[in-house]
C-alpha cells in the first residue's frame, strides 16, 4: 500500500527502521514508497544535525573558536549585537529546518554546513581538553 508524502513527512524524526516499523512494513518496502513519492534520502540525519546545532548555538556563539568561520559568512550585518546575531542565526536555523521537513531533497546552506562543522570542532576541543 503506497504512502503519501504527508503520512511519511510524520516519521522523519525517526530512523528510516523505526518508521518502517512504526508503518507496519518492510524497510525495502518503505524506501521504494519515499523513492515514489519524490524522497530521494532519508532525512533523519540532517533534521538531528539542526536540532543539535539548534541547541548548542548558544556554546557556539560564545566561544568562538573556529578559525574558518566568520561571523559575516554567517549573519551579514557585521555590525549586531550579539544577542541579535544568536536571534538571526537561531530563526535561520529554524526556517532551514522547516524547509527541510517540507522538501527531504534541499540541500543544507553553506553556512548552515560550516556552522554545524564548527560546532563539532568545538564539542571535540572541548572534549579534548576535558580529558587531559
Not at 516499523?21 to 521504494?32: D, F, I, P, Q, R
Not at 540532517?46 to 536540532?51: E, G, T
Amino acid at each position: 500500500m503506497p504512502y503519501d508524502k504527508d503520512t511519511i513527512s510524520k516519521y522523519f524524526h525517526m530512523t528510516i527502521k523505526q518508521a518502517a516499523k512504526e508503518l507496519n512494513v518492510g524497510l525495502s518496502t518503505l524506501k521504494y514508497n519515499c523513492r515514489y513519492v519524490g524522497i530521494n534520502r532519508w532525512p533523519y540525519r540532517k533534521l538531528k544535525s539542526l536540532k543539535t546545532l539548534i541547541n548548542d548555538y548558544q556554546f557556539l556563539l560564545s566561544n568562538v573558536s573556529c578559525n574558518n568561520l566568520d561571523r559575516n559568512d554567517v549573519v551579514g550585518n557585521g555590525g549586531a549585537q550579539l544577542e541579535d546575531d544568536r536571534q538571526e542565526i537561531i530563526k535561520m536555523l529554524k526556517e532551514e529546518k522547516r524547509l527541510l521537513e517540507n522538501n527531504p531533497n534541499v540541500q543544507l546552506a553553506r553556512t548552515t554546513k560550516r556552522l554545524i562543522a564548527c560546532n563539532f570542532k568545538s564539542k571535540y576541543q572541548k572534549m579534548k581538553t576535558m580529558c587531559f
